[in-house]
């Protein structure tokens, strides 16, 4: 059955919003685990289309990075709806503290994060990131200040899908982050989502459809 984008639009928005309610209900019964054991998790069920980038993909997320001064890192985000996870796939930054800050959370880490918790300010920002939007916020504010400092080398964060809006595919895979070392003006903001949107189209055609 083929369905049309709306209806995917729907079908995708129902499923957020079941996320997001059971979230709320286990906050409230006290049984809520924002985690999921990395050691009890198979990796295979991470995600039904594991966002793992190329060479090439990375090649182009450096010279994005390098090209636009306020960039001081990135990061590619896989996530799995349907098991609610979220893994890093790509990090890449020149930043000592960034990267150092990165390199402690990943080497002590033994759980994987929630893609959606009891946090509603998070649930909108993975919302709206996934109807397509160039979302950018105070780094504090979303799940990455909550899992590591980065807030104090990149005080913002700008974020596009993967692929970059939930098309006709009907396919969500994750997202990309660029960490920023700065606010960020209209003028950038703008220049940087058009090549974001380059950026994430070519790694959704040429590492998940091949």
Not at 31 to 47: G, L, N, V
Request: proline letters at 3%.
């Amino acid at each position: 059955m083929v369905f049309s984008r709306e209806e995917r639009r729907w079908q995708i928005g129902a499923l957020i919003q079941c996320f997001i309610a059971l979230a709320i209900s286990f906050f409230v019964m006290g049984i809520h685990k924002e985690r999921t054991d990395i050691r009890k998790k198979p990796a295979a069920s991470f995600s039904e289309k594991y966002l793992a980038i190329s060479s090439k993909s990375k090649q182009e997320l450096v010279e994005l990075m390098n090209r636009e001064d306020i960039i001081i890192g990135v990061s590619t985000i896989s996530i799995s709806l349907i098991s609610n996870t979220r893994q890093i796939t790509f990090f890449k930054s020149e930043n000592s503290g960034l990267k150092n800050a990165w390199e402690k959370y990943m080497a002590s880490r033994t759980k994987i994060p929630s893609v959606f918790t009891n946090d509603y300010y998070q649930n909108t920002r993975i919302t709206e990131i996934i109807n397509g939007n160039f979302e950018c916020r105070l780094t504090k504010d979303t799940a990455i200040g909550k899992l590591y400092p980065a807030e104090k080398f990149a005080p913002y964060v700008c974020s596009i899908s993967v692929p970059p809006a939930f098309d006709e595919s009907g396919d969500f895979l994750g997202y990309i982050n660029f960490f920023l070392k700065g606010p960020i003006t209209d003028s950038e903001k703008a220049r940087i989502a058009k090549e974001a949107v380059i950026v994430s189209q070519n790694i959704y055609h040429r590492d998940i459809q091949g």
